[in-house]
């Protein structure tokens, strides 16, 4: 008889139902604190120099991490991300052309209009060009 229940009592009798996962949480939790504080009791404290070394891949390190790096890279790292994008947008008209119509045909041709017209934009200002 619980569709007799009124929504209050719904309500209430739902909250208890969550329950066992405030105790999963608390139980997960404290295992991932005991487990990070027992290893580092039990765990080997030997600092060697080797040890406290950076990592850096078996490759030795020179020069200055800090130095600056070309804008072009950055660039076309950019203009990659909003061409791949865009090229995603073509997926849902794939899916549903025949829905569209040609009202759907025309805003597609649109759409490539006004990526052709940036792409010549950006071969025009050289973005692509290298220099070095």
């Known amino acids: ?4 229940l009124s929504t209050s009592e719904a309500i209430e ?3 208890g139902n969550y329950f066992p996962i405030g105790i999963q949480l608390l ?4 295992f991932v ?7 580092q009791w039990v765990g080997p404290k030997r600092k060697t120099n080797d040890k406290l070394e950076n990592f850096t891949s078996g ?7 800090r130095q600056p790096v070309a804008i072009k890279y ?12 865009e ?10 052309f025949r829905e569209l119509g040609w009202e ?15 792409f010549i934009y950006i071969i025009k200002k050289g973005a692509l060009k290298w220099e070095d």
């Open 87 to 96: 090229v995603i947008f073509f997926y849902p008209y794939a899916v549903n």
């Open 59 to 65: 490759i030795a390190s020179h020069g200055n991490a």
């Open 13 to 15: 009798s739902n909250s």
């Open 27 to 30: 139980f997960a939790a404290g």
């Open 74 to 85: 950055f660039l076309v790292a950019i203009l990659f991300v909003l061409f791949d994008v």
């Open 33 to 39: 604190a005991f487990m990070i504080a027992f290893s």
């Open 104 to 118: 759907g045909f025309g805003a597609v041709l649109m759409f490539v209009a006004f990526f052709l017209v940036g």
């Open 1 to 4: 008889m619980h569709w007799l």
